[in-house]
């Protein structure tokens, strides 16, 4: 029996209903013959129709970001129908779908919100539907792919963007059309939590990996979001949403070279404003870069989204206003102008004061119109007006989710993105036959990396470093775990090094771990993903003493760090046997690892970011300005004594392992650089070339890194830049000639009235294995 509430809750559907069929049946009659239905003309006519048509509300609602939450029940699956007429009056224009529930569910629940929008209501508006994809659908059984860190040490442009278009094939399967992700964040503060998120340190990798992510899923019909806009992942002391200090010239030059990368070349449809504040401006305020940069000079026309509450941290974090209660007014002053075009939730939905602001001639209702025009234009570009919802039924998602072709990819990806650090005595690859002692709090644990969905780590289909040697070795496996990850206690010792006593060659594996999303806001232990920021770059707990148990019983030791960032232990360095670094795996993780300790993969990855000795020589990032990094090393010897130094007294500002290091089982040797012209204007693209030899007796594939150095400039530069790559496979014996362009116009600096030019003079274009490990250069004179 219904309750009194329950009928006058359904009698309220029924008039809300009966009202918006008076207006639109079927959503086509009052707006016949619309322009903006017509799928042929042109899109900006569209929007002017379609603007003309919208009361103050409805364009509010375009403004805010509602909730699958609010019509599905996310523990039952029960549907409140109220809750979706009440979410789409204020927020129709997206809605979020990121819970930890059966697919069908979500599927369900956004074709139910699409059909009503297009048929419930006066316009039809669709929604953009979202949620997070930074290394694969956030859905239980989607494809988890490895973390961004992980797939930019593959250099391989090509497997990314093949990622993208299956993490996309898997979104619209369920309805889903938008995925905040790629970041174009840099990894340049490596105390900072999110490290894992970035694609690593360089503004042109980031810049490439970003580009190939948005073209992959943009290619499949879902809308890229690139994050976090911009100059966020250097907070103060390496916390999360901390200030970042910085100038003009070192935004323009570092931070928003990869964001125009992957918004403006690739297209992206949308990008997320940031949490924190540059050189004192919040970034969901800024209207320098916002409206000026992105809109006034790169000339984009889509939309942008503040990140969740992120418009409220104006009074309760920067006190630009007041914060009890939060000045909804001051805060949509703040943005909306600003081109912060949409609210997203988590926090005080501020922008439903739009309405009273125009009213009341506070706010130009054209600043408003902007915005909208900016939503809609997407919306209209993707075809979501002709084809809202394109989700499948239950019964075909197997054949689009969670396929034998994307668990093949993820395996691939993973291996191509490890990076062999070291080799002694070429312990690796590992016999087949070998004995092998697998030990480590991290050897039988899926350690995924944040942004996964809710218990991710326990999915059947995972594949733990554990599994991949025993499925790949015809040897006795042996598993001790030695240690808690996250605890001092050494009573676990004695069983580890028994077992590594009694095999031929230890493998120890050892690192960070981050949480899924859900644990991770439950402030689970962690040592990095969001807001879990590290003052150490060491191991944590009893870790650290397990390697060196381990190493102390004379059998070869590989080490193998599972992270989210570089970890500083130089002295595993010189002591393992071997050491290998896989950032975050993929569910086909231990597969992945597997195929590189054995030989079936030759490691190819290249590191996307710096390891420093110790935490406090940061900033450690290859492309420091001119006049930094003095070095007049000190150093503790082995017997302890003192050797003191002065940059620094007992240490190096150097890195122990630089951008693009990594050691390979073949051997290559470069040579025969040149350059297509010695001599170029600033509109030429010109090719650099190289020849590589292999002269092991192993096939391995070589990433070939260019970078420039400007001789002579009028202002401060970076010592050097990476402005080009190529991963080429290069057999055993054989010799390839690989060719990179390097556009001239590339070459150009901010001057000292802030202008882009390139200067005349001459640059020396290097190409190597590495940032450091530089073969040959030519001279380019512009």
């Not at 900072?192 to 970035?198: A, L």
């Not at 340190?201 to 073209?215: H, N």
């Not at 231990?590 to 079936?600: E, I, K, M």
């Not at 190289?690 to 150095?709: A, H, M, R």
Request: with cysteine; charged share 15%; aromatic share 10%.
């Amino acid at each position: 029996m219904l309750s009194i509430k329950s009928i006058a809750t359904f009698l309220a559907g029924l008039s809300f209903a009966a009202a918006a069929t008076a207006q639109s049946p079927n959503g086509t009659n009052s707006t016949a013959g619309a322009i903006y239905k017509n799928p042929h003309a042109p899109v900006e006519a569209r929007i002017s129709d379609l603007l003309s048509r919208m009361t103050i509300e409805d364009k509010t609602a375009q403004l805010m970001q509602g909730d699958i939450a609010s019509w599905i029940n996310t523990t039952t699956n029960a549907f409140n129908y109220s809750g979706l007429v009440a979410n789409m009056e204020t927020k129709a224009g997206q809605f979020y779908v990121g819970y930890p529930v059966p697919q069908s569910w979500i599927s369900a629940g956004v074709k139910r919100a699409q059909e009503y929008l297009m048929k419930n209501t006066t316009l039809g508006i669709p929604a953009f539907v979202q949620t997070e994809g930074i290394h694969g659908f956030l859905i239980g059984n989607a494809t988890i792919f490895n973390s961004p860190i992980a797939y930019a040490c593959s250099f391989d442009p090509e497997l990314v963007q093949e990622m993208g278009a299956i993490i996309a094939q898997e979104s619209l399967a369920l309805g889903v059309n938008q995925l905040f992700a790629p970041l174009a964040d840099l990894a340049r503060e490596l105390r900072y939590g999110r490290v894992e998120e970035t694609f690593g340190e360089d503004p042109y990798l980031t810049g490439e990996i970003a580009y190939s992510y948005v073209k992959g899923l943009q290619g499949g019909k879902v809308s890229a979001t690139v994050k976090h806009f911009v100059g966020f992942s250097n907070p103060e002391q390496g916390l999360n949403t901390g200030p970042v200090h910085g100038g003009e010239r070192e935004m323009r030059t570092t931070w928003m070279p990869p964001f125009k990368r992957a918004i403006i070349d690739a297209g992206a449809y949308s990008i997320m404003s940031a949490y924190h504040s540059y050189d004192g401006v919040p970034a969901v305020a800024d209207h320098h870069t916002l409206t000026e940069i992105l809109r006034g000079e790169w000339g984009y026309k889509y939309w942008v989204t503040s990140d969740a509450g992120a418009p409220d941290r104006l009074c309760s974090a920067f006190k630009m206003c007041a914060s009890t209660p939060i000045d909804s007014e001051k805060v949509t002053m703040y943005a909306l102008p600003a081109g912060n075009d949409v609210e997203m939730g988590g926090g005080s939905f501020n922008f439903k004061t739009i309405p009273q602001l125009v009213e009341s001639g506070k706010l130009d209702i054209s600043v408003v119109d902007t915005a909208v025009s900016r939503t809609l234009r997407a919306k209209f570009e993707m075809g979501l007006f002709e084809n809202p919802f394109e989700g499948v039924p239950a019964n075909k998602t197997a054949s689009l989710i969670h396929t034998p072709k994307s668990v093949k990819l993820a395996r691939q990806l993973d291996a191509d993105s490890i990076v062999l650090l070291e080799n002694h005595n070429n312990v690796l690859p590992l016999k087949e036959s070998a004995n092998v002692a697998v030990i480590g709090p991290m050897a039988d644990f899926m350690n995924l990396g944040d942004y996964v969905v809710y218990r991710s780590q326990y999915n059947p289909t995972n594949v733990t470093p554990l599994q991949g040697i025993r499925a790949a070795s015809k040897g006795t496996i042996t598993y001790a775990q030695g240690c808690e990850r996250w605890s001092n206690d050494q009573s676990g010792f004695p069983a580890a090094i028994a077992t590594a006593k009694a095999a031929d060659v230890a493998v120890v594996l050892v690192g960070t771990w981050s949480r899924d999303q859900q644990e991770l806001w439950q402030g689970l232990n962690a040592t990095t993903g969001e807001h879990v920021d590290v003052a150490s770059l060491n191991l944590v707990g009893a870790m650290g003493p397990l390697v060196q148990a381990i190493i102390e019983t004379g059998k070869p030791t590989v080490v193998v760090y599972q992270s989210g960032k570089p970890i500083s232990e130089p002295w595993i360095s010189n002591s393992s046997a071997a050491l290998v670094q896989q950032f975050y795996p993929s569910e086909q993780g231990g597969n992945a690892l597997a195929d590189v300790l054995y030989g079936a993969v030759n490691p190819n990855g290249k590191l996307s970011v710096s390891f420093p000795y110790d935490v406090g020589t940061l900033p450690i990032y290859y492309d420091y300005l001119n006049s930094g990094r003095s070095t007049d090393p000190g150093y503790i010897s082995a017997n302890g004594a003192l050797n003191f130094g002065h940059q620094y007294v007992l240490g190096t500002p150097q890195p122990l392992y630089e951008f693009g290091y990594g050691k390979s089982y073949s051997t290559f040797v470069y040579s025969n650089v040149s350059l297509s012209s010695a001599t170029a204007s600033t509109t030429d693209t010109i090719t650099a070339s190289v020849s590589i030899t292999n002269t092991s007796p192993v096939d391995g594939k070589e990433v070939v890194q260019l970078y420039v150095q400007d001789a002579l400039s009028s202002v401060v530069v970076p010592n050097q830049q990476l402005k080009g790559f190529k991963k080429v496979l290069v057999k055993t014996g054989k010799t390839v000639d690989v060719a990179i362009e390097l556009k001239v116009q590339d070459l150009g600096l901010w001057d000292i009235n802030m202008k882009y030019v390139v200067e005349p003079g001459d640059f020396v274009i290097w190409m190597g294995s590495s940032s450091k490990d530089l073969r040959g250069n030519a001279t380019l004179t512009v």
